[in-house]
C-alpha cells in the first residue's frame, strides 16, 4: 500500500516516522509548501517531496496533517484522485464543511478515518471489558502553552478530543451546553469550560486550558455502583466499584469495605486493570490500513469527526456571543 503524508508538522512528521513500522506499507511521498521541511522530512524516510497534492504521484491512502484552515480543501483534492484518507483532527475547520465532505465522500467508495487518537489510548482500551454508562463526567484537559495549533480556538484544539470520548462512551445526542471561556495569550479561546447534557441524562462538565502550569488529560467517570479514573497521559485507569460477594476475585481485586444493600450485601473493591503499552498514533494508523483492506470498520469516522466539530463550534458561539 502507498502511503503519502501531506503537512509535515508536529503531527505530520510523527506520522512520516511510524508508517516506516507498517507491514506491507511503503511511504512514498511527503507534502509540503515549506520545501525546506519537504525535503527534510522526506529524506529522513526515504520518500519524494512534493510541493502539492496536484503535483504528488498515485498513491492509495494519505495522512492530511495540514493546519486545519486547509483541511477541507486537501480532502476535496484527494478524494477526487480516488485516495483514501485518514484526516488529522478536527477534520475541518467548520461544521459546514464538514458536512459538505460527508456529501462528497458518500458519492465514493473510499474510505474516510478522522484522527481523535485517544480512542486508541492505553488507559481506555484496558476498560474494553467494562460496561460504560455514566451518569456524571468530569474531564480536565490541560496544556502548557505552545505556539503551533493557534490557529484554532482551545476547543477545536484540545476539548475536542473530550468531545469525541463523550460522544462515543455516552452514545448519546448533546442536547444543552452551557460554557464560558476567556482569551488570555491569543485571538481565540485559551482557556474553556462546558457543561454538556445529554439525551440519555448523563452530565458532563469539560475544562481545557492551553495556559495551564502542568499537563493533565483525565477522565472521571461516575456510574451506578461504579467510579473510573482515566489518566490518558499515564495511560492508567482505575474503577471502584460494588460487586456481589460472589464475584471477588482474590487475584484481581483489592476488598475495600463492606456495605449493605436492598439487593442484599455488596463489597467496595478497587479495580486497576493492566494498560496495554501501544503506541496509539501507530495503532491508528493499523487501523486505517485494516479498515482499507476490508478487514475491520472504520476507527472514527467521517461523521464522528463531523459531529465533534458541530459541538465544538455551538460551545464557540456560546462563549463569542457571551
Given at each position: ?155 477545536h484544539d484540545l476539548m475536542i478530543h473530550d468531545i469525541d470520548l463523550l460522544l462515543w462512551m455516552t452514545k448519546s445526542q448533546i442536547v444543552g451546553i452551557q460554557a464560558t471561556g476567556v482569551s488570555v495569550l491569543t485571538h481565540t479561546t485559551d482557556i474553556c469550560n462546558a457543561r ?127
Amino acid at each position: 500500500m502507498r502511503i503519502s503524508v501531506i503537512g509535515t508538522g508536529h503531527l505530520g512528521s510523527i506520522h512520516a516516522k511510524l508508517w516506516k513500522q507498517q507491514d506491507d506499507v511503503e511511504l512514498v511521498a511527503i507534502v509540503d509548501p515549506n520545501e525546506l521541511q519537504g525535503i527534510t522530512v522526506a529524506n529522513q524516510h526515504g520518500a519524494t517531496w512534493y510541493s502539492d497534492v496536484a503535483a504528488m504521484p498515485e498513491v492509495d491512502a494519505v495522512v492530511i496533517a495540514a493546519p486545519t484552515s486547509v483541511h477541507y480543501d486537501v480532502a476535496l483534492q484527494c478524494l477526487d484522485r480516488g485516495f483514501h484518507c485518514f484526516i488529522e483532527k478536527p477534520v475541518t475547520a467548520t461544521y459546514e464543511q464538514a458536512k459538505a465532505l460527508v456529501d462528497r465522500a458518500s458519492a465514493t467508495d473510499r474510505i474516510i478515518q478522522v484522527g481523535h487518537v485517544e480512542r486508541f489510548n492505553p488507559a481506555l482500551r484496558s476498560l474494553q471489558g467494562f460496561t460504560l454508562e455514566p451518569l456524571f463526567i468530569e474531564a480536565h484537559r490541560l496544556a502548557q502553552f505552545k505556539p503551533r495549533a493557534i490557529d484554532v480556538s482551545v476547543i477545536h484544539d484540545l476539548m475536542i478530543h473530550d468531545i469525541d470520548l463523550l460522544l462515543w462512551m455516552t452514545k448519546s445526542q448533546i442536547v444543552g451546553i452551557q460554557a464560558t471561556g476567556v482569551s488570555v495569550l491569543t485571538h481565540t479561546t485559551d482557556i474553556c469550560n462546558a457543561r454538556l447534557s445529554f439525551a440519555n441524562g448523563c452530565v458532563a462538565n469539560v475544562t481545557a486550558s492551553r495556559i495551564s502550569a502542568k499537563p493533565m488529560r483525565k477522565l472521571r467517570l461516575f456510574q451506578r455502583d461504579g467510579y473510573i479514573s482515566v489518566d490518558m497521559a499515564t495511560g492508567n485507569a482505575e474503577l471502584y466499584r460494588l460487586i456481589d460477594m460472589s464475584m471477588i476475585d482474590p487475584d484481581r481485586h483489592t476488598p475495600l469495605g463492606q456495605i449493605a444493600t436492598e439487593h442484599g450485601d455488596k463489597v467496595i473493591v478497587h479495580d486497576a486493570p493492566t494498560p496495554v503499552q501501544v503506541n496509539a498514533i501507530l495503532e491508528e494508523q493499523r487501523a486505517f490500513v485494516e479498515s482499507i483492506r476490508g478487514g475491520r470498520d472504520v476507527a472514527v469516522t467521517l461523521h464522528d469527526g463531523a459531529e465533534a466539530v458541530r459541538i465544538a463550534e455551538w460551545i464557540d458561539r456560546i462563549i463569542t456571543h457571551q
